[in-house]
């Protein structure tokens, strides 16, 4: 079975989240929109759309996105079996969030590594 398969999203919190989005809007031309990030359509050498996105998106640091963990940032990875990425960690005895979250945006379930921190799987709907 295939695991991880890329990275969905790259989250981080910000002592002054509007400020920090501001920054990376001027100095380095991301699209910051109003809920916090962008989404970076994947393409290929030639430009042409590939049907994937990158998600990068600073939130307030009293944000408790990330919880229980309390690192200043998530990474969200792509798979493309969410269900049994999840069966296969709980049975290798990690410390898989009781949560799955399925919508419109695909589906979603947490696991956290040995340091504490939050990570994000993701399971994008057909086409994407």
Request: charged share 20%.
């Amino acid at each position: 079975m295939k695991r991880v398969t890329g990275i969905g999203g790259i989250f981080f919190k910000a002592k002054n989240a509007p400020a920090l989005q501001a920054w990376y809007k001027v100095h380095l031309g991301i699209d910051v929109q109003d809920w916090g990030g962008t989404a970076f359509n994947w393409a290929d050498s030639d430009g042409k759309p590939t049907g994937g996105t990158t998600v990068w998106s600073v939130a307030s640091r009293e944000s408790d996105s990330f919880a229980p963990s309390t690192a200043s940032f998530m990474i969200n990875y792509r798979v493309e079996d969410l269900y049994a990425v999840v069966t296969a960690l709980k049975a290798e005895g990690c410390n898989v969030l009781d949560k799955i979250d399925d919508s419109e945006y695909g589906k979603f379930a947490w696991v956290i590594d040995p340091e504490g921190n939050k990570v994000e799987l993701w399971q994008p709907p057909v086409g994407q």
